[in-house]
């Protein structure tokens, strides 16, 4: 009998709860995509500076990087945007971001998924697994951090080296 009524109690716990107002998530949803979209053909600098904030902090997926600013955010976005072409994204998971304290849905945006292109110098393809999340404020992302191997996407996408002649 206490076991039954330990469920009957926990049952009404759970289906009592509110369901999260994902509202602002999905707005930001789309925000994000449009970003992640940028990359893509064709390619949108303008777009993509424009929906950056000037004050933005961001964990940059390049070696040695940690978290950078505005300047470096876009620095990176033009060097993928020109240094790689027929770039596609395809997102396995997109999900709600949390207040690490409460647990509560907070409005950011989290998406893991698969990049795919390749090299405009080497003609070589890549394909890389990444995870991203976005904090978007009054349209624009404010933080972000992408975490995949870019460091090791750029080496293997490389141009081959030039073997020099030995001259006798």
């Known amino acids: 009998m206490k ?3 330990l469920v009957v109690i926990a049952l009404s716990t759970i289906t009592c709860q ?3 107002d994902l ?4 707005q930001n949803k789309e925000i994000a995509e449009k970003f992640i979209l940028t990359y ?3 390619v949108n600098y303008e777009l993509f500076e424009s929906m950056v904030d000037e004050n933005i902090v961001h964990q940059s997926p390049m070696y040695g990087a940690g978290e950078v600013g505005y300047k470096e955010v876009l620095a990176q976005g033009k060097f993928y ?3 790689f072409e027929k770039v ?4 396995k998971w997109w999900l709600p971001g949390v207040d690490p304290e409460t647990l509560a849905a907070d409005g950011s945006v989290r998406v893991y998924g698969t990049w795919k292109g390749n090299s405009i110098a080497s003609g070589k393809e890549f394909s890389v697994d990444s995870y991203h999340y976005f904090g978007i404020k009054d349209g624009k992302i404010i933080q972000s951090g992408d975490y995949f191997d870019a460091t090791g996407m750029v ?3 490389q141009p081959d080296p ?3 002649e030995v001259v006798e």
């Open 3 to 5: 076991k039954l009524l």
């Open 155 to 157: 080496m293997a996408t």
């Open 18 to 20: 509110n369901p999260p």
């Open 162 to 164: 030039v073997e020099e």
């Open 23 to 26: 509202s602002l998530y999905n």
């Open 81 to 83: 945007m020109t240094g």
């Open 88 to 91: 596609t994204f395809t997102a």
């Open 40 to 42: 893509q053909a064709p």
